[in-house]
């Protein structure tokens, strides 16, 4: 900011660049990032598949009522979550597991809702 000798004209709602004012604008709020935390603990199998139920908190009362998309993830080693299509309601959203390991995989749901893994907003 120094450099292009920037000023914050906060009171006006615009900033200085090199002498010419350029307003700011508020936009509207646009979550793109959501949480996702698994219902319940779950034990996958060894070398197995599993839909396992989850739940997407709301971040912010306004968010629209759009579609989500997770990212696929290792969660520990040998467990992974498929990428999945989320609806906006989690009243029924699931994601897969799969256990590529020779043992039983744990994934237990936390007091502090760790979050199972992030979707981004499909627009």
């Known amino acids: 900011m120094c450099a292009n000798d920037c000023e914050w ?20 709020h646009k979550a793109n990032v959501h949480c996702v935390i698994v219902r319940d603990s779950v034990v996958v199998p060894a070398d197995y598949a599993m839909t396992v139920p989850v739940k997407m908190p709301l971040l912010h009362p306004k968010m629209p009522d759009n579609d989500w998309i997770s990212e696929a993830r290792e969660l520990r080693p ?39 893994l992030r979707v981004r907003r499909i627009t």
């Open 9 to 28: 004209l906060v009171s006006k709602g615009g900033i200085l660049i090199r002498g010419h004012s350029v307003p700011l604008v508020k936009c509207p």
């Open 78 to 116: 040998g467990l992974l979550v498929a990428r999945t299509l989320l609806p906006h309601s989690s009243d029924f959203a699931a994601v897969a597991m799969l256990n590529v390991s020779d043992k039983n995989r744990h994934y237990f749901m936390t007091h502090r809702s760790e979050s199972l």
